[in-house]
C-alpha cells in the first residue's frame, strides 16, 4: 500500500484537502496511509527552535541540518525504500510521469520546508530529491506536498471510479485534452458540436483528437514540439512495386 509520511512544521494542515473526496474516502478505506511528523519534536534547545539565521548574512532563517536530519531519521522504517522527496522551488519540476512513477512505489517520505529553505547539507547528507511544483515561490512545503499527494493518490488502485479518465487526460497523451460538453444542448445559444452527437465513434476520436493537437498547439509550444518528435509524421509509403522477374543473367 502506498505510504506517505510527511515531515512538517504544521501537521495540522493534514490530512486537509486530502481528507475529502477522492482522496479522502480512499484514505479512509486503507487505499493508502498518511503519517504527519512534527519537525519540532527533534528541537534540542529549550525554545524547541528548528531555524537560525543564515551563514554568509542575508534575510529569513533557515532550517538547521542537524534537527531535519533527526526527524527523517526517526521517520525512516528498517528497509524503507520509499523515496525522499523535499518540496522545493528548485526541484525538478512535477510531471505526469514522475507522478505515474511515485504512484507504482511503496510510497514517500516528504519533507516541507518554511522559511528560507532547508540547509544544504541535510539535502545532501539524506539524498533529498527536490521537487517543484511550478515556478512561483509558496510559504511553505505543505501545500506543494498535498499536491503531489492528491496527483498520486489518484492513479492508486481502486481510488479513481473511471480507469479510463486517467489514460485521455491531459498530459498522459503528450497533449492537452480535448474540450468536454453536456447538457443542455443549447447554452445561451451555444451548441454542442454536431460531431458529438453523431454517434459514430471513428469520427468522435478524429475530432477530439484534432481538437487536443490545436489546443496544445495553440497553448503549450513545449508540449506540442515534444509530441512531434515522439510522433514524427510517417513517411509516405512508396508505391508497391510490380513483382518483376529477377533479371536473366548473362
Ligand atoms: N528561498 C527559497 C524559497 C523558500 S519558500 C527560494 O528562493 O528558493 C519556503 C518553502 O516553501 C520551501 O522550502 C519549499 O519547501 C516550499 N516551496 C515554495 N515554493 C515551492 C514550489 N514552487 N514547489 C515546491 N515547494 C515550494
Redesign the pocket.
Known amino acids: 500500500m502506498f505510504a506517505a509520511t510527511i515531515l512538517t512544521l504544521y501537521p495540522d494542515m493534514f490530512p486537509g484537502p486530502l481528507g475529502q473526496s477522492l482522496s479522502g474516502r480512499a484514505l479512509s478505506e486503507g487505499k493508502w496511509s498518511l503519517e504527519t511528523r512534527q519537525i519540532r519534536d527533534h528541537a534540542s534547545d529549550r525554545h524547541r527552535s528548528v531555524d537560525d539565521t543564515p551563514a554568509g548574512g542575508g534575510a529569513?532563517m533557515v532550517l538547521r541540518a542537524d534537527i531535519l536530519a533527526a526527524a527523517i531519521d526517526a521517520a525512516t522504517r528498517p528497509d524503507d525504500d520509499r523515496p525522499r522527496l523535499?518540496?522545493?522551488?528548485?526541484?525538478r519540476p512535477l510531471t505526469q510521469a514522475r507522478v505515474r512513477e511515485l504512484a507504482a512505489g511503496p510510497g514517500a517520505l516528504i519533507?516541507?520546508?518554511?522559511?528560507?529553505?532547508?540547509d544544504q547539507r541535510v539535502i545532501e547528507a539524506r539524498a533529498l530529491e527536490e521537487?517543484?511544483?511550478?515556478?512561483?515561490?509558496?510559504?511553505?512545503?505543505e501545500i506543494?506536498a498535498i499536491t503531489l499527494l492528491d496527483a498520486v493518490v489518484r492513479l492508486l488502485p481502486g481510488v479513481m471510479g473511471n480507469q479510463e479518465s486517467g489514460e485521455t487526460e491531459s498530459f498522459e497523451t503528450g497533449l492537452l485534452e480535448h474540450p468536454h460538453y453536456t447538457r443542455p444542448a443549447d447554452f445561451e445559444g451555444r451548441g454542442i458540436p454536431e460531431v458529438l452527437t453523431s454517434g459514430n465513434h471513428r469520427k468522435i476520436a478524429d475530432w477530439r483528437l484534432a481538437e487536443a493537437m490545436a489546443l496544445t498547439q495553440a497553448r503549450r509550444p513545449d508540449l506540442w514540439d515534444a509530441y512531434l518528435a515522439a510522433h514524427p509524421p510517417k513517411p509516405p509509403r512508396p508505391p508497391r512495386r510490380k513483382r518483376q522477374d529477377p533479371p536473366a543473367s548473362t
Do not use: N, T
Open positions: 529569513g523535499l518540496m522545493s522551488p528548485r526541484g519533507v516541507c520546508g518554511r522559511f528560507e529553505g532547508v521537487v517543484s511544483i511550478g515556478d512561483y515561490i509558496l510559504s511553505g512545503g506543494a
